[in-house]
């Protein structure tokens, strides 16, 4: 059975610009979860959709960041413009329902 | 509210020596409880969790934890250290008793000296 599938896994963008995450869940799961991870830390949790709903999204940054999940299966995070400060690890987590949830390799990004 | 606390950023221990991290927790509810590990330039893995049946926890890899309510702890132990065991170790609450929205600790690193 194929994991969480995230892309792209490493990301070098300049301050500024905009950028695109996607996460592709494990076949079946209605809920997925977008998680920052800075250096030294534990993840955090940025966005939680079960199906097409973001129920919780009460710390992800809305003037710069969206997400989206259409069709209730495949999720983007998306982040315009990037600034420094975004630098870190961003991971994706399905899960079904409120089970045991599944985490996705991640995506490095770093802003010059 | 829930948090965590994991003592020690990074724990060195000896290969065939015992490994123990610990973890506490505060939790306005019944907690449950996870150990998650991660891999260099990969995503986070379950070694175990603790959902209110028994308070010793058996995960995989030959780690087990025990969740002791009057201390408010969950440490993570093995009696023998593998050299793959070198890794970064989160532990993690769940504050509300069938939810899994996760609050994590910040993570102690194992390494493992051959």
């Known amino acids: 059975e194929a994991g969480v599938v995230q892309s792209p896994r490493y990301k070098i963008i300049e301050k500024k610009q905009p950028v695109a995450f996607w996460c592709n869940p494990i076949s079946g799961h209605n809920t997925l979860y977008w998680y920052l991870q800075n250096l030294g830390q534990g993840p955090e949790l940025l966005i939680r959709y079960e199906n097409e709903e973001a129920v919780d999204d009460s710390q992800l940054p809305k003037d710069r960041f969206s997400a989206e999940r259409l069709k209730g299966v495949d999720s983007t995070l998306k982040i315009q413009p990037a600034e420094l400060g975004d630098s870190a690890v961003y991971l994706c987590?399905?899960?079904?329902?409120?089970?045991?949830?599944?985490f996705g390799p991640g995506t490095r990004l770093t802003v010059t | 509210a829930q948090s965590v606390t994991q003592l020690g950023s990074h724990v060195s221990v000896s290969e065939g020596a015992l490994v123990l991290l610990r973890c506490n927790y505060s939790?306005?509810?019944?907690?449950?409880l996870f150990w998650y590990v991660q891999y260099p330039n990969q995503g986070l893995q379950l070694l175990l969790k603790y959902t209110s049946a028994a308070t010793l926890v058996k995960g995989i890899n030959g780690f087990e934890a025990e969740f002791k309510k009057s201390e408010t702890s969950f440490h993570l132990t093995k009696p023998s250290a593998h050299m793959s065991d070198a890794a970064e170790y989160f532990c993690?609450?769940?504050?509300?008793?069938?939810?899994?929205?996760?609050?994590f600790g910040k993570g102690t690193k194992l390494s493992v000296i051959p």
């Open positions: 993690a609450v769940s504050g509300t008793a069938g939810s899994y929205q996760l609050t």
């Open positions: 987590a399905s899960s079904l329902d409120r089970g045991e949830q599944y």
């Open positions: 939790s306005s509810v019944p907690p449950y």
